[in-house]
């Protein structure tokens, strides 16, 4: 559930400092490079993959343009053609 928190981004730094508290205080700093390496890893990767998402479909949107084009062409190719 914590490693969830982190990556949706909703309340993480809450989470973290309630972390700290807990530990021993020669953790502190392991725990705190862990969390916020942690937390950029998986930011990178959720952008990467939202990213790659919308990439993905803006393209097969432009093929379907393209597709829709040819075909209006021939239509009025035909209709020109009689």
């Known amino acids: ?37 942690y937390h950029l890893f998986v930011t990178l990767i959720v952008l990467s993959l939202f990213v790659a998402v919308i990439l993905d479909n803006l393209e097969m949107d432009e093929e379907l343009k393209k597709v829709k084009q040819l075909k209006a062409r021939e239509a009025v190719r035909r209709c020109v053609a009689f």
């Open 1 to 37: 559930m914590a490693m969830f928190q982190i990556i949706t981004q909703e309340g993480w730094t809450d989470f973290v400092v309630e972390v700290l508290r807990m530990i021993d205080d020669n953790l502190v700093p392991f725990v705190a490079i862990y969390f916020v390496a």
